[in-house]
């Protein structure tokens, strides 16, 4: 592939290469395991039966000895960083939570395995908390370190009390597609890729990058969003969402003071300081 474009996204286990064909050539993406893999392959099954051919990309062939996956375009560009209008910001959210439901309302129903994976996830991130807590206490304040300790104590049960659905599993703006210009085909597009965290759990974790980066901030958003999803979070969803968020904050910091990372110290600490002050 030595005509192909390097679209990898700057970290290191990102492999991506487009590569030149016929409409539009094709995407060609090397799994960091076999788990991401496994994942992404059923993601691309649930795509196809879910989501219209300009919604989200195809898989065209794959190698699970190489862990290789291609898969056909899509138009738009990814929509982190783009610099638009906050009215077409707003339009690009709700047509973003408008697809995210449609998504999570054609999950099959769960199974006693999915149920325990869930339980699992959430027990082992309550436990990243509190582990956390203890590293990190010193850089907290009062309201911060209780709202850490609250996510060791409350994250199992809360999510015990909601539903599961098949979550598309990293549903952040680097992974909407955003095609401005109609199309006699489908108007204007939003596009969506990415399936390797493609898993179980609460529709609430969907929302916790975009909880923490975003809507914190843009409360606007945030309403464009749940208004394209079609219903408001309820009290248990709200809840768990910020300890969720919080839990991702914490352990952004932990990481940034072992590994001296001043950017993970700097992103943990404001995620942790918007957390505190969340309404």
Excluded at 97 to 110: A, K, N, Q, Y
Excluded at 213 to 230: E, I, S
Aim: glycine share 8%; with cysteine.
């Amino acid at each position: 592939m030595d005509n192909a474009e390097d679209v990898s996204w700057d970290r290191g286990d990102s492999r991506v290469r487009r590569v030149p064909a016929p409409e539009g050539g094709a995407f060609v993406k090397l799994s960091p395991s076999a788990k991401d893999y496994e994942r992404e392959i059923a993601g691309y099954a649930y795509a196809t039966r879910v989501l219209t051919p300009y919604e989200a990309p195809r898989l065209l062939a794959s190698d699970p000895h190489l862990q290789a996956i291609m898969s056909s375009p899509l138009p738009g560009r990814a929509m982190r960083g783009l610099p638009l209008e906050p009215d077409i910001e707003q339009h690009v959210h709700e047509l973003a939570g408008r697809v995210l439901r449609r998504w999570h309302d054609h999950s099959e129903p769960t199974s006693p395995h999915d149920i325990e994976a869930v339980r699992v996830s959430m027990t082992g991130q309550a436990e990243e908390a509190a582990a956390c807590l203890e590293s990190t206490s010193a850089h907290l304040d009062g309201a911060q370190r209780a709202l850490v300790r609250s996510v060791s104590e409350e994250l199992t049960a809360l999510a015990a009390d909601l539903p599961v659905v098949y979550q598309h599993g990293d549903y952040s703006p680097r992974n909407w597609l955003w095609a401005p210009e109609p199309d006699h085909r489908h108007g204007h597009g939003h596009g969506l890729i990415d399936f390797a965290m493609a898993k179980h759990g609460p529709a609430v974790e969907e929302f916790v990058w975009l909880c923490g980066a975003v809507w914190a901030v843009r409360p606007d958003l945030k309403a464009a969003y749940l208004t394209g999803y079609g219903r408001a979070l309820s009290k248990t969803e709200e809840r768990l969402l910020r300890l969720l968020t919080t839990r991702l904050g914490v352990s952004y910091l932990n990481t940034g003071l072992t590994k001296e990372r001043p950017y993970l110290i700097d992103r943990g600490k404001l995620i942790l300081s918007r957390m505190r002050d969340y309404q």
